[in-house]
Structures are given as C-alpha cells and as structure tokens.
C-alpha cells in the first residue's frame, strides 16, 4: 500500500491518495479496511475509490462524493492501469467545493500514476 497524504488542500478540505494492488472485489474492501486503521484515515469525510480489476470488470465507490469514482475509472482506463485500486480520501474542510472536487480528485489519481 502507497499512502500520499496532504496532497492537496483548498477551503479546509485535505486529500490524500493511496494505492495498491488489487485483483477482487474482496480485495478491495480488505485494502480499504487496512487503509481505515490508520485513525486518521478511519475519521476521514471520504474514501472514494476505483478498480480496473485484472479481467477489466471496473468497480468503483464514491462514497458521497457522487461521480468521482467514475472519474478514477476513466483516468486508470486511459493509463491502462488494471490490478491497482486507487482511492481519493477527503477529510471536509466545511466549504462546498463544487466543481473543483472532481479536479482534485483527477489531481490527487494523476500524483499517485505518477509515483507508482
């Protein structure tokens, strides 16, 4: 698991993007139980995430942030990235962001393919 926390921050809000290998259903939810015992990731707003599992069968969560585990399955297709989960963590800073999430959901994917 790759953890790349503070990443971004505008109007309160923080992010943080993780990432690992991932091959089921059953993996990603077991990836993002161990990512939720780290206490500052288990208080966190959001864990939006998607899987482009290795038989290409997406998945994907956006745990109230609606759209933005779509936006992480376009960005994995279009790198051609399959067996990594990559999930967006927002802890809500108490200012709607609007539009500017989905940005910094595609921001906070795009520095973990570059890194990984």
Known sequence: MQTYDGIISDRGSKYAVSGGPCGSE???KAFLKELCRKKKFAK???????VLLPDG????NDDGESGAG???LRMLERASV?????VVT??????????????????AVRYYLERC
């Open 26 to 28: 059953a993996e990603a």
């Open 44 to 50: 966190a707003t959001h864990h939006t995430w998607g």
């Open 57 to 60: 069968t997406p998945l994907k």
């Open 70 to 72: 779509m936006v992480i």
């Open 82 to 86: 399959t067996g990594q989960i990559v």
């Open 90 to 107: 927002r802890w809500y800073g108490g200012k709607h962001l609007g539009g500017d999430r989905f940005r910094h959901v595609q921001d």
